[in-house]
């Protein structure tokens, strides 16, 4: 079986050598570093032979060894920094293989070939610095033209580890969403931040909003970017005046209708800044980055995008498809057990509605260990978000508006937003959800719609993930039911609940008496 070239590009001191050694190791290939090579045969440094041949006559050298490796399989090739800048080398190398471009800032360029012993012609002048930026400005659109990682401030087996994921093939999973007038792709695989640009089509400006907790772990992962917004975490940031500060960002840097916004996040950046994309300037492309699992199962597809207000979550907002959803699960490994867990909510959700071999694979996933909770492996994760998700693509696809069937993803979710609303959002979205579940399967048991092993089912699956199965005393039941007086569900003026006759068989009615509702809430304090 043939193995396919890896051939890295980008500007000096973005660490090709370094990462390209590692990267070989990882995946026992040989490694070609371009200008080694040239300087064995021409038995001289490239400086001196800039000074001796000229750059032509190099650049002569670098295209004889274009074809040259293009004939070779399993190799790493770390190029020069222009190698792949000229049109012949690049076509004649990306036959052979994947390209990929390091990127890294020019204060840790400039520091890096500081440190080396190479002669490098071109930063022989007075203000390397200003000399470093002004190249990279001249490169940007042909760096540009490849898929970029950056290597700031990371190590470089790190970066090595990421691009190797990237070598078995077309390993990411693509689920095709259909919505009125647009056609989008939710993409879910190991390490796809860095070829966002080129996954989603994206071609003019990119503004990346994200937030103070996701910036510094991910940001610099999506690559080149025009404008980076970074907003505080948490729920109580997802307001019309955060909203309101990132329209002025936009306009102040010249953000127009042809960019394209990433949302790079969990669900308050999702929802925040698909209504920000559905809104600047009568809307605006947007790409789902959700970095959190609640994100990846729940927020990120669908269109519904929304800020909060004082009487409830998400009251104001407005319906506007993404251009397309990628979904890194590389990211879930930074999750707390806490978050991963109220992620995993979602999961049991669309498992109970409409796929019980998913519930049955949750139930035997063995999430508990000797040392306590554990995640899964980043590809099992894979194939869960990807076989939940399509739960959720089926509904709305055929329900894009939310009228109709697509109530069914409220499942749980009326007692849930009343429980977090009253708990001041001290309980999680995800918390909450397990909380709802529970209540609504109760609620369906009290009715006589399902028998009791559904109910235990419900309780069992969600303790196995570590969820809670009961609300906290604190919470008032009368209080609760006032709340959920606000749900957006209503219909005439009366509450509609999502109820459980079977694992895979709900049904919506609002003929459920009050009285039966405060009992249920009452026998599930604890």
């Known amino acids: ?5 890896i051939i890295l590009t980008g500007f000096m001191g973005t660490g090709k050598t370094t990462v390209g050694k590692n990267l070989a190791k990882k995946l026992n290939y040989a490694f070609v570093d371009t200008d080694h090579l040239i ?3 021409i038995g001289m440094s490239i400086a001196e032979y800039f000074k001796q041949e000229g750059e032509d006559a190099f650049r002569q050298q670098e295209a004889l060894l274009a074809r040259e490796l293009a004939d070779r399989e399993g190799h790493v090739i770390s190029t020069g920094g222009r190698f792949m800048l000229d049109p012949g080398n690049a076509a004649t190398l990306s036959k052979t293989g994947r390209v990929f471009c390091l990127v890294a800032t020019p204060d840790e360029i400039l520091q890096r070939v500081s440190q080396d012993d190479h002669v490098r012609p071109l930063l022989q002048v007075a203000n390397p610095l200003e000399n470093i930026v002004e190249l990279l400005q001249q ?3 042909g760096y540009g033209q490849f898929p970029q990682f950056v290597t700031s401030a990371k190590d470089p087996e790190a970066v090595a580890s990421d691009l190797a994921s990237f070598n078995t093939g077309d390993q990411d999973m693509r689920l095709a969403i259909s919505s009125p007038g647009t056609l989008y792709e939710f993409i879910v695989g190991g390490g796809l931040l860095p070829f966002v640009s080129q996954l ?3 071609d003019g400006q990119i503004a990346v909003i994200t937030d103070s907790t996701v910036a510094p772990l991910y940001a610099q992962s999506c690559g080149a970017v025009d404008i980076k917004i970074i907003i505080p975490p948490g729920r109580q940031h997802k307001t019309l005046a955060t909203a309101q500060s990132i329209f002025e960002q936009l306009l102040e840097k010249g953000f127009d209708r042809s960019g394209t916004i990433i949302a790079l996040g969990g669900t308050v950046i999702s929802e ?8 600047y300037m009568r809307g605006v492309d947007c790409v789902q980055c959700p970095t959190s699992l609640l994100a990846m ?3 990120s597809i669908g269109g519904k995008t929304g800020i909060d207000v004082a009487q409830s979550k998400n009251l104001i907002g407005a319906f506007r498809q993404p251009k397309a959803v990628i979904a890194d699960v590389a990211t879930l490994a930074s999750l707390t057990p806490k978050a991963f867990s109220s992620g995993m909510a979602e999961i049991i959700k669309h498992s109970l509605l409409a796929d019980s071999d998913l519930l049955e694979r949750i139930e035997s996933g063995g999430w508990k260990s000797a040392d306590g909770f554990q995640q899964p492996a980043l590809a099992e994760m894979q194939s869960l978000v990807a076989r939940s998700i399509q739960v959720k693509i089926n509904i709305i696809q055929e329900d894009p508006f939310d009228e109709g069937r697509r109530i069914f993803l409220n499942l749980g979710h009326t007692f849930a937003n009343a429980i977090e609303q009253q708990s001041g959002y001290t309980i999680s979205h995800g918390e909450a959800v397990a909380m709802g579940l529970v209540a609504a399967a109760h609620l369906s048991y009290r009715l006589d719609f399902c028998p009791g092993k559904v109910l ?3 309780e069992s699956v969600l303790q196995s993930v570590n969820l809670p199965t009961r609300i906290p005393v604190e919470l008032e039941p009368t209080a609760l039911i ?3 007086s606000s749900d957006k569900k209503k219909k005439a003026g009366k509450l509609r609940y999502v109820l459980l006759k079977n694992i895979g068989e709900v049904f919506v009615t609002d003929q459920v008496p009050e009285a039966a509702v405060l009992e249920t809430l009452h026998q599930l304090r604890g």
């Open 272 to 279: 925040l800044a698909g209504f920000v994309a559905a809104t």
């Open 482 to 484: 006032s709340a959920m």
């Open 200 to 202: 989603a089509g994206i």
């Open 456 to 458: 235990e089912r419900v």
């Open 297 to 299: 199962a729940d927020t």
């Open 139 to 141: 490169r940007k659109e």
């Open 39 to 41: 300087e064995e045969r």
């Open 1 to 5: 079986m043939s193995k396919t070239n």
